[in-house]
């Protein structure tokens, strides 16, 4: 499957920006789909997750109450719509995909093995 990440920009802090994932060649159907970022300088961290498809949704503690990650069959995308966006947000943030992690595993970066571009999100003081 390829994932095209998409709707990164510019925003200052308290505002919004809706994420998007497309996939192509494969549907997201019974996969768990994950967005990571990655701040330079610091390694790649989990932001919020979608097991198999479901309707169970998993966040990072910073990003809770204030992210919401989304899938819409129909249009075999997966969005994370990000509200009260805050300067230490900022990072590249990467859609993943897999059809074989484990609960346990979905926070992991290792346990994914599709992964979009990237697209840079840049929250301003």
Request: charged share 15%; proline share 3%; with cysteine.
């Amino acid at each position: 499957v390829q994932l095209q990440a998409s709707g990164g920009g510019l925003v200052q802090a308290g505002g919004s920006l809706r994420l998007s994932c497309a996939a192509s060649g494969r549907t997201f159907s019974r996969q768990t789909i994950g967005w990571f970022r990655q701040a330079p300088g610091k390694e790649r961290e989990f932001v919020a997750a979608i097991f198999r498809s479901g309707s169970n949704t998993y966040y990072a503690d910073s990003v809770k109450g204030r992210f919401t990650i989304s899938l819409n069959n129909a249009k075999n995308t997966v969005s994370l719509l990000m509200n009260s966006l805050r300067p230490e947000d900022t990072a590249v943030y990467y859609c993943a995909a897999d059809p074989s992690i484990i609960l346990s595993a979905l926070r992991t970066p290792q346990s994914y093995g599709y992964w979009g571009q990237g697209t840079q999100v840049t929250v301003s003081s």
